[in-house]
C-alpha cells in the first residue's frame, strides 16, 4: 500500500505487504530529514534518518529514500506487521536555527 | 528507567485556570524542547533550551512561558487557560541543539480545556 501523506494521511494494509508513505518537504536547504513513529498514546519515536548527500538508506525493515529534485521523502516498510501500526511523520531540518519541522503524518493501519 | 518523563499524563482544567506541566530527563542531554500537538496530530515545536538559556520561542501566546531550573527539567507554565490550549504537550530532549537522532520524547500531557 502507499500514500501521498498530506492528501491521504491514512494508509490500510494486510499484514506481510510492504508500505510506502510519502512526504513533501518545503525547503529546498533542508538537509537531514528523520522518520518518526508514533503509536497511540505516546510520544514520537526516531525510526531513521538521511542526510541530503544520500538518496537511499536501510535499516531493519525500513528504507527511507531521498529524492531532493521534487523535494520527496518516502518511507518504505518491508513485510508491515500489525505492530507497525501508527501514525508515521517525517521531520525536516530546514537549516534555519538548526530545528526540525514536522509533516503532517501519515496513520498506518496494519490488518491481520 | 523513564528517559523523558512528563507529569501529569492527564490534565482537565476550566477556563481561565494557571496550571504547569513538568518534565524531566535522565538522559544528561543539553537540550530540551515543548512540543504541541493537535487533534490532527499536527506537531509543532513551542519552545527549545539549550543549558538552561531559551533558544527557540516560535510564536506562541505569552500565556505560555517555559522554566528550565537545570539542565535535566523544563516545565511550561500556562496563564488563563483558553480552549483552544486543549492539545497534547510532549516535551523532548537531545543532546545537540536541533532534534536529531538521539531525540527522545516524553509520553505526552492530554490536556482538557473545559
Known amino acids: 500500500g502507499e500514500s501521498v501523506g498530506l492528501h491521504l494521511p491514512t494508509l490500510s494494509v494486510q499484514e506481510g505487504d510492504n508500505s510506502i508513505i510519502n512526504c513533501a518537504y518545503s525547503n529546498s536547504a533542508s538537509d537531514y530529514f528523520i522518520w518518526y513513529k ?10 531513521i534518518d538521511i542526510r541530503s548527500n544520500m538518496d537511499k538508506r536501510q535499516g531493519q ?11 520527496h521523502l518516502s518511507l518504505q516498510i518491508a513485510a508491515t506487521q500489525p505492530g507497525d501500526s501508527a501514525v508515521y511523520f517525517c521531520a525536516e531540518n530546514q ?15 496494519v490488518i491481520p | 528507567d523513564t528517559a523523558v518523563s ?11 485556570n494557571d496550571k504547569s506541566i513538568k518534565c524531566e530527563q535522565n538522559l544528561g542531554h543539553d537540550t530540551m ?16 533550551y539549550n543549558n538552561k538559556e531559551l533558544i527557540i520561542n516560535e510564536t506562541v501566546p505569552n500565556r505560555f512561558s517555559p ?17 483552544g490550549d486543549s492539545a497534547v504537550y510532549f516535551c523532548a530532549s537531545s543532546q545537540d541543539w536541533g532534534v536529531s537522532a538521539d531525540a527522545f ?9 473545559v
Do not use: C
Open chain 1, 38 to 47: 508514533q503509536e497511540s498514546g505516546k510520544g514520537p519515536q526516531f525510526i
Open chain 1, 61 to 71: 525493515r525500513v528504507t527511507v529514500l531521498l529524492n531532493k529534485t521534487v523535494k
Open chain 1, 95 to 109: 537549516n534555519t536555527g538548526n530545528q526540525f519541522y514536522f509533516g503532517t503524518g501519515t496513520s498506518l493501519t
Open chain 2, 6 to 16: 512528563q507529569t501529569p499524563k492527564y490534565l482537565v482544567t476550566q477556563m481561565g
Open chain 2, 33 to 48: 524542547y515543548w512540543y504541541k500537538q493537535d487533534s490532527k496530530k499536527f506537531l509543532k515545536i513551542m519552545f527549545s
Open chain 2, 67 to 83: 522554566k528550565s531550573p537545570d539542565k535535566a527539567h523544563l516545565n511550561l507554565h500556562i496563564n488563563s487557560l483558553e480552549l
Open chain 2, 105 to 113: 520524547f516524553g509520553q505526552g500531557t492530554r490536556l482538557t480545556v
